[in-house]
């Protein structure tokens, strides 16, 4: 039996372009490539990376929103999908154990519905309840564990802040009791003060009910709080993995280190003396991405080889994945 609640092998999702005429050669969005990765029991994994570079679309790729091109995916021992095998199981019944958290509280919530019904339509979907009495009692509580009260439940969305939105849409993932649920930067439209408050909330509900998360931000500060792990994504392939502390003391790719230098630091002497590093260029179009290393267009250390060989994701230290050519070099 495997230590991971869920698994994905060498997953894949391109996107075909449509129109361009009859021809045979119809270019695709490679959104993802060879994402290989597994996430243990409780444990909360922090995805980052630039916008485009393809988080949002593993998030919903390993839930089937999106159908996967390739790969593998395996939730506690059962396969969920398999190209090479053509399994592609009934995703109903995985519902109530997977879940997520939109990015857009207001565009994710039917505007024409009360709070209520929002959070109860899983209930409902799932036959979770056997009386009206039970379903509100149900509902009236989901909102209370997020900091909402019961007058909110007879309100719409429009009346809510964006803050109190989020917590609408965590209620809703939460009405199935799931076990594994997918922040898709949950707190990225809201203000600052406001997400304190949601990822303190989602820390209590992890420990409280056990929860095992897929947490994608952009804000590797945000991340490294939350997160007992962390991969880094750049357009739609992982450079680098390891443990939150590891990567942000001594990460290895020189993206990543990018990312870590802009971390704001507290400490006005520190932030001096640490040295900001600034890529150069334009994150490359992921319908002609580079070959060999797709990082290698913005990296101060590329050669001919970088551009002849895709690096290999190897294990460097103990728990630390790193895909690159010239680790040596990077200082």
């Keep these: 039996m495997s230590d991971y609640l869920l698994e994905v092998e060498h997953l894949q999702k391109h996107f075909p372009i449509k129109g361009g005429g009859f021809g045979k050669n119809k270019k695709v969005v490679q959104a993802l490539d060879d994402l290989t990765f597994g ?6 994994l922090g995805m980052v990376g630039e916008s485009g570079c393809g988080k949002t679309t593993a998030g919903r790729t390993i839930l089937r929103l999106h159908e996967p091109t390739d790969g593998k995916i395996i939730y506690d021992g059962d396969v969920l999908f398999d190209k090479e095998k053509k399994i592609a199981v009934n995703m109903l019944p995985y519902r109530k154990k997977m879940q997520i958290v939109f990015q857009d509280p207001y565009a994710s919530l039917d505007p024409r519905m009360t709070v209520g019904d929002i959070v109860g339509e899983p209930i409902d979907i799932h036959k979770l309840c056997s009386s009206k009495q039970e379903r509100y009692d149900k509902i009236i509580g989901l909102l209370e564990k997020v900091g909402l009260n019961s007058e909110h439940a007879n309100r719409y969305p429009h009346e809510f802040s964006g803050g109190q939105r989020q917590r609408v849409g965590i209620a809703r993932a939460l009405a199935v009791d ?17 997400q304190a408050q949601v990822i303190n909330m989602f820390e209590d509900l992890q420990d409280q009910m056990g929860l095992t998360y897929l947490f994608i931000a952009h804000d590797l500060s945000v991340v490294k709080h939350i997160s007992d792990r962390i991969v880094v994504m750049y ?81 460097v230290t103990s728990g630390h994945y790193v895909a690159c050519h010239h680790l040596d070099r990077v200082k």
Excluded: N, Q, W
């Design 39 to 44: 996430i243990k029991k409780g444990e909360t």
């Design 178 to 194: 799931p076990e594994f649920i997918v922040c898709d930067e949950p707190i990225s439209a809201l203000d600052v003060s406001i």
């Design 235 to 315: 357009l739609g392939r992982m450079v680098e993995l390891a443990d939150s502390y590891e990567l942000t003391m001594h990460s290895m790719h020189p993206y990543t280190r990018s990312l870590v230098s802009a971390i704001p630091i507290a400490d006005p002497v520190t932030a001096r003396k640490s040295k900001r590093i600034i890529l150069e260029g334009d994150v490359p179009s992921p319908i002609d991405p580079p070959s060999g290393c797709r990082f290698r267009t913005r990296c101060p250390y590329a050669d001919e080889r970088c551009a002849a060989e895709v690096p290999e994701f190897k294990e």
